[in-house]
């Protein structure tokens, strides 16, 4: 079994930031690619940005040179710094990790998501 924690989100004045932290634990091989998603209501789940186990990131073009993403391989973990935030920002925010575990099984896990507001 594999679980995926985060920790981070809340509500935030327009213009702020926050740290959105994914650790992972349980029968852990190696992990391949990790990201975030996030839901706003009423909409679909979408692609934040997403890292390779080589260190290649992609972005959406709707957080660009706003948020930033990176990972602790030692830790399994993965962090997305978010700054200049805007209202539209808000949603639900889940991270996904690609993990081969112990037994050599690749399957994509989820965390719980956290909720980011964006409010004055």
């Known amino acids: 079994q594999v679980q995926l924690v985060e920790s981070g989100g809340g509500l935030v004045q327009p213009g702020g930031s926050l740290r959105l932290s994914c650790a992972a634990s349980?029968?852990?091989?190696?992990?391949?690619?990790m990201g975030w998603y996030r839901q706003a209501p009423g909409k679909q789940r979408e692609l934040v940005a997403d890292?390779?186990?080589?260190?290649?990131?992609n972005y959406a073009d709707s957080v660009k040179g706003r948020f930033t993403l990176s990972r602790d391989n030692a830790k399994n973990t993965v962090y997305l710094q978010m700054n200049s935030l805007k209202p539209e920002d808000t949603a639900v925010y889940y991270c996904?990790?690609?993990?081969?575990?112990?037994?050599?099984?690749?399957?994509?896990?989820w965390g719980q998501g956290t909720q980011v507001t964006v409010s004055s």
């Open positions: 996904k990790m690609r993990v081969v575990t112990t037994l050599k099984f690749v399957d994509d896990y």
């Open positions: 890292i390779s186990s080589g260190g290649r990131e």
């Open positions: 349980g029968s852990i091989f190696r992990i391949y690619a």
